[in-house]
């Protein structure tokens, strides 16, 4: 296993899918493998008047279901491999949700911390010149992702329209609200998950007062918190990329948060909070009702996994658990959400900026926030009844759903049996 690529892991879940379906070869030959993938360069001029080049790439997956969609990530570590497997997990999470999109993804491999803010206008205007061909509001839709924003996506945006000169909002999503983006995406990955976690809790074993620890505290992690404290549960542990803490009676939310965003380090806010100190590995041991990964990809891994004392792990970040690690905590009878369900109210509040782009009409916050809540009650509902129907994990039921969908859509266009007579 430890050979296998990011994507080869990915694949994985697509095989396992394909065991407890009767689907045409046809099927995993086209989703095995990306329908393109383009990578570049980005040259661009700093501030010091010198000329600095990026790798960047744009993977569009599979487009059967409708133009492909996917976040654009500025990360000093960002791969083609990741790219591909980002991509190949939102092929998936669009069908989970029934939304009319294929998945697609892009990155910059950049450590935006080290460019000034006009470098990274530059940078983000650069990646639109370069993929303008390859996106479109009816082709491929961008949106943020990790280490970008509304107003990179309102830069990007506003360059698509200088390159074909058209207003197209709809080209990408997550922009700032005045410039065509919708109400209510700023929360919808964690308000997703929080609205998933809400309505299976019975079939959780969760009690209206359960403990949360929350693995990475950005964006979803906040925005979480923020959503089950609300609701009357104990956020008790947190962590960030540089340390974590602890309190077993519950941290204040609020003043977190509240120091997060003046650019304080959780680790340095533990003494006014009450809480101490803990290393970022012990955060998966501390003793939780629910786990909350919402960091990067493989956090979790078969070293790792075993220390794990959650009843439930709700995955905010994509590919948080490798399969060894999944293994491990099936035997260990942790519930594990999948994240192609549990983090896709991010990219179903994408598709109704998409839709309010489109039809020149806009939603209130209230309308959104009832339509996400049909959307994962209704997807995460028929999730559960095929895992306990068919007695597989929630991923292995969220990816027969979603593959399901797939399938029916590639087989409409002729497999083997209908062209051999």
Known sequence: MSDDTLLDRALLRLEEAAN????????IE???????TTKTRLLIRMDDGSRKSFLAWRCRYDDTRGPTKGGIRFHPDSTVEEVETLAFWMTFKCAVMNLPYGGGKGAVRVDPHQLSKTELER???????????IIGPDRDIPAPDVYTNAMIMGWMADEYNQITGEVRPAVITGKP??????????????RG??????????????????TVSIQGFGNAGQYYARLTAADGNSVIAVSDSTGAIHRPGGLDVEKLIAGKEAGRRVADMAAELGAHVISPDDLLGVETDLFVPAALEDMITKDNA?????KVVLELANGPVTPDADKILNDKGVIVLPDILANAGGVTVSYFEWVQNRQGYYWDLEEIHARLLKIVEREGRAVWDIAQSRNVSARSAAYIHALGRLANAIEAHGT??????
Do not use: M, W
Request: charged share 25%.
């Open 416 to 421: 083997q049996p209908f062209f051999a007579g």
């Open 30 to 36: 086209k989703l095995k493998y990306p329908r393109e």
């Open 193 to 210: 998950g929080f609205y998933l976690v809400r309505h299976l809790a019975t079939e959780l074993g969760l009690d209206k007062d359960h």
């Open 306 to 310: 075993a220390t794990i004392k959650a």
């Open 20 to 27: 407890h379906l009767k689907i045409d070869q046809d099927v």
């Open 177 to 190: 609200i005045a410039l065509g983006g919708s109400l209510g995406r700023n929360d919808a990955t964690a």
């Open 123 to 133: 940078l983000s205007r650069a990646y639109v010149q370069a993929f303008a061909n």
